[in-house]
C-alpha cells in the first residue's frame, strides 16, 4: 500500500470542499446564533446586549477570514486542470450555496452592527 506523504495538501477539490464545508459550519454554529439572539433580544439581559454586539463583531471577522480561505480555494480549483470532472463542480456548487449563506448572513450583521456604529456616544438605554 502506498503512503503519503505528511506536506502533501489534498487536490483542490477537496480543498475547496473542506473549506466551504468549515465556512458553512461556522456560519451555521457560531454567527448566525449569536446574530439570532442579538437580532431578537429573547432572553438577552440590556446589560449583555452590547457585549453580545462586540462578541458577533469579533467572530464575523474570523468568519471574514474564513471567507477568503474559501474563495483561494475556489480560485486555485478554478486554476487547476481538472476541474472538468464530477467531484470539482460538486465543490464550486457547494461554495456557490455557502457564498449565498455568507450573503444573506453579511446583510444582518452589517445591519446590526452599523446600526450600533451610528448611535449617539449617549445612547438612549433601550440601546445601552
Known amino acids: 500500500m502506498p503512503t503519503i506523504p505528511a506536506d502533501t495538501s489534498p487536490p483542490p477539490d477537496v480543498c475547496l470542499l ?5 465556512e458553512q459550519r461556522w456560519l451555521s454554529r457560531e454567527v448566525i446564533p449569536v ?8 432572553d438577552l439581559p440590556e446589560e449583555q446586549y452590547g457585549a453580545a454586539l462586540a462578541y458577533l463583531e469579533v467572530i464575523w471577522m474570523e468568519a ?10 475556489r480560485e486555485k480549483l478554478k486554476r487547476s486542470a481538472s476541474n472538468d470532472s464530477v467531484l470539482p463542480q460538486k465543490a464550486f456548487r457547494y461554495h456557490a450555496a455557502v457564498r449565498d449563506l455568507r450573503s444573506a448572513v453579511s446583510r444582518r450583521v452589517g445591519t446590526m452592527l452599523t ?11 433601550q440601546f445601552q
Do not use: W
Open 64 to 73: 471574514q477570514q474564513r471567507a477568503q480561505e474559501t474563495d483561494s480555494a
Open 18 to 22: 473542506l473549506r466551504a464545508h468549515a
Open 35 to 42: 446574530l439570532r439572539q442579538v437580532e431578537v433580544r429573547d
Open 115 to 125: 446600526g450600533v456604529a451610528n448611535l449617539p456616544k449617549q445612547a438612549p438605554a
